[in-house]
């Protein structure tokens, strides 16, 4: 017989969670407030984090959850595909970044009333409440991994059906919810049900009680990719770094710029000893905040580098080449851009126990792959892709500097990255046929 779902001790820390938000939200807005001084989209639209979003629709949508950027990305083949199949979407953020992302890339279908774009209510019940009153969701998808408990039971209490999304259980959270309390992993059970990235994936879910589950990838291998990158890159390239191999750093986080900066002037020395060419490098941090930051660093070394705010307009045509080892990618949306310029992609986060962030995007424009030792944020595809030959698995920032050393083995062709990619491709299809039956078992 199934364990009772909410247990008795779940319900206990269900009453102290809803008692600590109504304590605690004068803190919530004073930091909503704090960051709006920053970022006035963290103060903007206020009423919505309470559950006022205007009129009552008379069309039922289909939710989707994107807390901030990365899960917007993710969720937009999905998206795309919902639209095709002319659903109604209402798409939730907590984060400024993904409410953008939003605007930017779905500005048309927003306009023309296809799609809302609005905060993710605070977890009060009578805030989900009016949330579901205004929208009326047919069902719900969260991307990635988001436990919010008001939201769980909330749905549950409003019979719509709630379903992780794209989902993955990082190595680190299952551990940690497996010889801990539980709690987390018994929230989990109140979601409808998961579409999980991986069979791996699938058995971590259900070994904590998720059901019922469908594996259907990586809703990431299906993003597009803009055109006017990809034309941009080659001539940007050519004006750069002329003959010379390019690396380029991809969504470097706050404690690893050292590794990488010694990395690169360790790589430097190597091929000047050599008498080869010193690769050009593009350096993109991971958020904007530390654009100025970085800079200085970069400055601090006495590299050569160049800021593609001063260097190319708003077309990524070169306004005013000068000689330089970097370009530092301190602009935002245009990461396919610079992945397109390089010849090999080392993607950041691994050099922290924060994770790498996704190498898909790399892999998407055919190149190949370097991570730090940290994968546990991206085990799916990671793992597939290390085993495949297409990324490698650097466990120190020595191995990272071999790995960019003249002659350096790791070479894969853009054929064999192509068949990786395109074996895991198809996420999107397989999610849209998975949500029916998934409904269906869910109302039995």
């Given at each position: 017989?199934?364990e009772?779902f909410?247990?008795?001790r779940?319900?206990?820390?269900?009453?102290?969670?809803?008692?600590l938000?109504w304590?605690g939200?004068?803190?919530?807005?004073?930091?909503?407030?704090?960051?709006?001084?920053?970022?006035?989209?963290?103060t903007?639209h206020?009423a919505?984090r309470?559950g006022?979003y205007?009129?009552?629709?008379?069309?039922?949508h289909v939710?989707?959850?994107a807390?901030s950027?990365?899960?917007?990305r993710?969720?937009?083949?999905?998206i795309?595909?919902l639209?095709?199949?002319?659903?109604?979407?209402?798409?939730?953020?907590?984060?400024?970044a993904?409410r953008r992302?939003?605007m930017k890339?779905?500005?048309?279908?927003?306009a023309?009333?296809l799609?809302?774009?609005?905060?993710?209510p605070?977890?009060?019940?009578f805030?989900?409440?009016?949330?579901?009153?205004?929208?009326?969701?047919?069902?719900?998808?969260v991307m990635?991994i988001?436990?919010?408990?008001?939201m769980?039971?909330?749905?549950r209490?409003?019979?719509?059906?709630?379903?992780?999304?794209?989902?993955?259980?990082?190595?680190?959270?299952?551990?940690?919810?497996?010889?801990g309390?539980?709690?987390?992993?018994?929230?989990?059970?109140?979601?409808?049900?998961?579409l999980?990235?991986s069979?791996?994936?699938?058995?971590?879910f259900?070994?904590v009680?998720?059901?019922p589950?469908?594996?259907t990838g990586?809703?990431?291998?299906?993003?597009?990719?803009?055109?006017?990158?990809?034309?941009?890159a080659?001539?940007a390239?050519?004006?750069?770094a002329g003959a010379?191999?390019v690396v380029?750093l991809a969504?470097?986080?706050?404690?690893?710029?050292?590794?990488?900066?010694?990395?690169?002037?360790?790589?430097?020395?190597?091929h000047?000893?050599a008498?080869?060419?010193?690769?050009?490098?593009?350096?993109?941090?991971?958020?904007p905040?530390?654009?100025?930051a970085?800079a200085?660093?970069?400055?601090?070394?006495?590299?050569?580098?160049?800021?593609?705010?001063?260097?190319?307009?708003?077309?990524?045509?070169?306004?005013?080449?000068?000689?330089a080892?970097?370009?530092?990618g301190?602009?935002?949306?245009?990461?396919y851009?610079?992945?397109?310029?390089?010849?090999?992609?080392?993607v950041?986060?691994g050099f922290?126990?924060?994770?790498?962030h996704?190498?898909i995007?790399?892999?998407?424009?055919?190149?190949?792959?370097?991570?730090?030792?940290?994968?546990?944020?991206i085990?799916?595809?990671?793992?597939e892709?290390?085993?495949?030959?297409?990324?490698?698995?650097?466990?120190?920032?020595?191995?990272?500097?071999?790995?960019?050393?003249?002659g350096?083995?790791?070479q894969?062709?853009?054929?064999e990255?192509?068949?990786?990619?395109?074996?895991?491709?198809?996420?999107?299809?397989r999610t849209?046929a998975?949500?029916?039956?998934?409904?269906?078992l869910t109302?039995?």
């Open positions: 017989m199934a009772r909410p247990s008795f779940l319900r206990l820390a269900l009453i102290a969670y809803r008692a938000w304590v939200l004068p803190l919530v807005l004073l930091y909503l407030r704090r960051r709006g001084r920053k970022d006035a989209d963290y903007s206020l919505e309470f006022s205007g009129p009552t629709t008379c069309v039922p939710w989707v959850h807390v950027l990365g899960e917007m993710s969720a937009m083949p999905l795309r595909a639209l095709d199949r002319s659903e109604r979407v209402v798409l939730t953020h907590f984060t400024p993904g992302e939003a890339s779905l500005g048309d279908e927003i023309a009333g799609v809302r774009a609005v905060w993710v605070f977890e009060l019940g805030a989900w409440r009016l949330f579901f009153r205004t929208f009326r969701p047919r069902f719900g998808l990635e988001e436990i919010w408990p008001e769980i039971m909330e749905c209490k409003a019979g719509v059906p709630l379903f992780m999304c794209n989902a993955q259980y990082p190595s680190k959270s299952y551990a940690r919810d497996t010889k309390h539980g709690l987390r992993a018994e929230l989990m059970r109140g979601f409808a049900g998961a999980v990235k069979d791996l994936q699938r058995e971590r259900a070994s009680g998720v059901a589950i469908a594996v990586e809703t990431r291998f299906d993003q597009p990719i803009p055109p006017a990158h990809l034309a941009a080659a001539p390239r050519a004006a750069l010379r191999p380029a969504s470097v986080v706050e404690g690893e710029d050292d590794i990488y900066l010694d990395a690169i002037e360790a790589t430097f020395a190597a000047d000893t008498g080869l060419p010193r690769p050009f490098f593009v350096y993109v941090p991971r958020a905040e530390r654009f100025g970085v200085d660093l970069i400055a601090a070394r006495g590299l050569s580098f160049l800021k593609r705010s001063e260097v190319l307009d708003a077309d990524l045509a070169l306004s005013h080449p000068a000689p080892d970097i370009l530092l301190d602009s935002l949306g245009e990461m851009f610079y992945l397109s310029m390089a010849d090999r992609v080392i950041g986060g922290t126990p924060h994770g790498a996704n190498i995007e790399p892999l998407a424009v055919k190149k190949p792959v370097i991570v730090g030792p940290d994968i546990h944020t085990e799916y595809p990671a793992v892709a290390i085993a495949a030959g297409v990324c490698l698995h650097v466990k120190s920032p020595a191995e990272l500097e071999a790995a960019l050393a003249p350096a083995a790791f894969p062709s853009e054929a990255i192509a068949a990786f990619f395109a074996a895991h491709s198809g996420a999107t299809k849209l998975a949500i029916p039956e998934l409904m269906r109302s039995r």
